[in-house]
C-alpha cells in the first residue's frame, strides 16, 4: 500500500515538473535556455529604442545639411550683392608724409568694382605694387570698417636730399631710392644732391647723412660728388653759412659731427678740408 502511493506521487510528480523526466544533461539544457531567454531583451523591448536612437540620427543629419544650406545660401547672397565690393577707399599715412590720397590709391589698383575678401587675400601682391609704383611708401596695412570700406594706413620713407637732374629736385628718399615725382624749385629747406647717380654711391651716401645730427644736417645747402684720381670718394659740400667743405663719403658722418666746432674757431669765412685729418683756411 505503500508502495503504491509512493509510485503514484513519483508518476504526480513527473507531470507536475516536465523536467524531472529528462535526463540531468536534458535538464541542465533546458535550465541554461529557460536564463538566457530571460536575460536576453525581447525584439518588443527594443524596438522602441532603435526607433528614438534612430530619429535622433536623422535630426541630427537633418540639422547639419540644414546649417551647410544656410551657409551656401547666405555666402552666395553676400557675393552677388553689393556688400561684397569695395566701398569707400580712405588713406591714412604718418606725419612726414608727403603723397596725394589719390596718387595712393592709384598705386593700389583697388576698384570699387573689386571684392573686399579678394582684396584681404591679395594684400602681399598689392603692397608690392604699391612698393613698385611709389617708392616712398615704406609699408602698408589693410584694415576694413563697416563691412566695405577699405582704409591703407601707410609707412613711408623720409626725404633725406633733392637731387639735382635736368634742372629739376627729385627727392631722395632714406633708403636711397629716388622718387618720381619732381619741382622745378627745392622744398623743405633739404640739402641738394649734385652729380649722383642712383646707384651704390649714393646709398652710401645717404646712409652717412643720416648718421649727423639735425643741427649738422640743416647747416649743409649742397652736397656735390667730386671724385679725384687720389680720392674717389670725395664730396664738395656748400654750407648754409658761406663755408665750404671736403669730404670722403667712408668718413663723412665721423668728421662732419666735428664741423661746428671748427666753424667757430674760423675767423674768416673759408675752406674745410676732412679728407685727411681735420683743418680750414680762408678763401
Do not use: C
Not at 547672397?77 to 599715412?93: E, N
Amino acid at each position: 500500500m505503500v508502495k503504491k502511493k509512493f509510485k503514484q506521487k513519483q508518476k504526480e510528480k513527473v507531470a507536475q515538473d516536465p523536467v524531472a523526466a529528462l535526463t540531468p544533461w536534458e535538464a541542465y539544457q533546458k535550465q541554461q535556455q529557460r536564463a538566457q531567454k530571460k536575460s536576453k531583451p525581447t525584439i518588443e523591448k527594443k524596438l522602441p529604442r532603435l526607433k528614438k536612437l534612430r530619429r535622433k540620427n536623422l535630426m541630427g543629419r537633418l540639422a547639419f545639411l540644414l546649417t551647410l544650406f544656410g551657409v551656401v545660401l547666405l555666402t552666395a547672397l553676400y557675393f552677388v550683392s553689393p556688400l561684397s565690393h569695395v566701398g569707400l577707399i580712405s588713406v591714412s599715412a604718418d606725419k612726414h608724409s608727403t603723397l596725394a590720397e589719390q596718387k595712393v590709391i592709384d598705386a593700389s589698383g583697388i576698384k570699387s568694382s573689386d571684392l573686399v575678401l579678394g582684396v584681404l587675400l591679395h594684400q602681399d601682391k598689392i603692397e608690392k605694387r604699391m612698393h613698385r609704383r611709389e617708392p616712398k611708401i615704406k609699408e602698408v596695412t589693410f584694415k576694413v570698417h563697416g563691412l566695405r570700406n577699405v582704409e591703407l594706413k601707410l609707412k613711408t620713407y623720409k626725404t633725406m636730399g633733392l637731387l639735382m637732374r635736368h634742372e629739376r629736385y627729385y627727392p631722395i628718399l632714406e633708403n636711397g631710392a629716388i622718387a618720381s615725382d619732381s619741382t622745378a624749385q627745392p622744398v623743405n629747406n633739404h640739402s641738394v644732391y649734385r652729380n649722383f647717380k642712383a646707384g651704390k654711391k649714393l646709398q652710401q651716401m645717404i646712409k652717412q647723412y643720416r648718421q649727423l645730427p639735425t643741427t649738422v644736417r640743416n647747416s649743409i645747402s649742397e652736397i656735390q660728388f667730386s671724385p679725384t684720381k687720389l680720392n674717389p670718394q670725395r664730396v664738395h659740400l656748400y654750407m648754409n653759412d658761406g663755408n665750404q667743405v671736403y669730404a670722403t663719403i667712408k668718413t663723412f658722418a665721423k668728421k662732419m659731427r666735428y664741423y661746428p666746432d671748427i666753424a667757430k674757431e674760423m675767423q674768416k669765412k673759408g675752406t674745410v678740408n676732412l679728407e685727411v685729418g681735420a683743418y680750414s683756411y680762408p678763401f
